[in-house]
């Protein structure tokens, strides 16, 4: 079992900065693949962004996201952040915290894939 808890969000302007934590608790963290998903009013959850736990931890983005968030994890944390920086409106969101317990190179975009869920954290961008 794997608890997961999300910080950071809040309100900031277009063009700002954030940096979304999520702690884990429970058993074998640096063996989850890892992800943020979100998810705005209205819409379906999305996928944003996804880490492997192992290969030194490869990632991958929704294009939407691509060179403005970055993933990362301390696994000695047991922590995964979202560094957001370029805010948009459009990025407006609770954002979500999930891990998927999957092989070493694993990193899905599909939430079904995903075992445990964090509960969420919001993100709102003004223009």
């Known amino acids: 079992q794997v608890q997961l808890v999300e910080s950071g969000g809040g309100s900031v302007q277009a063009g700002d900065s954030l940096r979304l934590s999520c702690v884990a608790s429970?058993?074998?963290?640096?063996?989850?693949?890892m992800a943020w998903f979100r998810q705005a009013p209205g819409k379906e959850r999305e996928f944003v962004a996804a880490?492997?736990?192992?290969?030194?931890?490869?990632?991958r983005y929704a294009e939407s996201v691509k060179g403005r968030f970055t993933i990362s994890r301390d696994n000695a944390k047991t922590t995964v952040y979202l560094q957001m920086n370029s805010l948009k409106p459009e990025d407006t969101a609770v954002y979500y915290c999930a891990a998927d317990n999957a092989g070493p190179y694993s990193s899905s975009t599909a939430q079904g894939e995903y075992d445990y869920w964090g509960q969420g954290t919001q993100v709102t961008v003004s223009s």
């Open positions: 880490i492997t736990w192992s290969g030194g931890g490869i990632t």
């Open positions: 429970g058993r074998a963290f640096s063996r989850y693949a």
